[in-house]
């Protein structure tokens, strides 16, 4: 069974760094093919990708967020890490971590987290 | 920004069918697989239709998709209270992931 758990804090402020932690379970990210994603969603907007990391640690980032996006994956605490720097009011969402699978779906998604940014 | 376009909602009453189209370009939708995502009120999306017409275990056949060219639908017939969700499309674009706008579905 594939599960996959957000976690990291739940208040930022303006201009700190958000560093969240996907925790999964059910596959090893070293498997060809394997693929974790971060994805985002502001209350009442749409689904917005920020980043993919794959078995191979390619790293793909979002066009429009990649000057503050960091992914890492630790193979052996089967975790990948997400950090965004420079936090604004506008990047209040919730965030979900995702796992890919070859054909390119998102099969498995965490609960997601609530991440909220003001002073 | 979204390049994935999709209707803000569409609305039904139970039993009937409704269709939510996803448009994008050759360089998305038109050259890779499309795949759909329903998310009930204050949960996680949901695989609901993957390589633009598959399935997952356990997905009601009231639920289908379809490509052609640029674009992508999504099918749900036998409406439900149930199906009351947003409805997302996505697929890939230069290696880069990319949602559509998503989809009120309301059963009136």
């Known amino acids: 069974q594939v599960t996959l758990r957000e976690s990291g804090p739940a208040l930022v402020k303006p201009t700190q760094t958000l560093t969240l932690t996907c925790t999964f379970s059910g596959f090893s990210l070293s498997t060809s093919g394997m693929c974790v994603s971060w994805i985002r969603q502001p209350p009442g907007k749409a689904l917005e990708w920020l980043a993919l990391?794959?078995?191979?640690?390619?790293?793909y980032y979002s066009t429009s967020l990649k000057t503050r996006l960091t992914i890492s994956k630790d193979t052996s605490k089967n975790q990948v890490v997400l950090t965004m720097t420079n936090m604004d009011p506008v990047d209040t969402a919730t965030y979900y971590c995702?796992?890919?699978?070859?054909?390119?779906?998102?099969?498995?998604w965490g609960q997601g987290t609530l991440v909220t940014v003001s002073s | 920004q979204s390049v994935l376009t999709q209707p803000p909602s569409v609305s039904a009453a139970p039993g009937q069918k409704v269709t939510i189209s996803c448009s994008g370009s050759s360089s998305n939708i038109g050259n890779n697989y499309v795949s759909w995502y329903q998310q009930l009120p204050g949960t996680a999306p949901k695989l609901l239709i993957y390589?633009?017409?598959k399935r997952p275990s356990g997905i009601p056949d009231r639920f289908s998709g379809s490509k052609s060219g640029t674009s992508a639908t999504l099918g749900i017939t036998g409406l439900q209270t149930g199906d009351e969700a947003d409805y997302y499309c996505g697929t890939w674009d230069s290696s880069l992931s990319v949602f559509g706008t998503g989809t009120k579905v309301t059963v009136l």
């Open positions: 990391i794959d078995w191979d640690d390619d790293k």
């Open positions: 995702a796992r890919i699978v070859a054909t390119g779906e998102y099969r498995h």
């Open positions: 390589e633009n017409n």
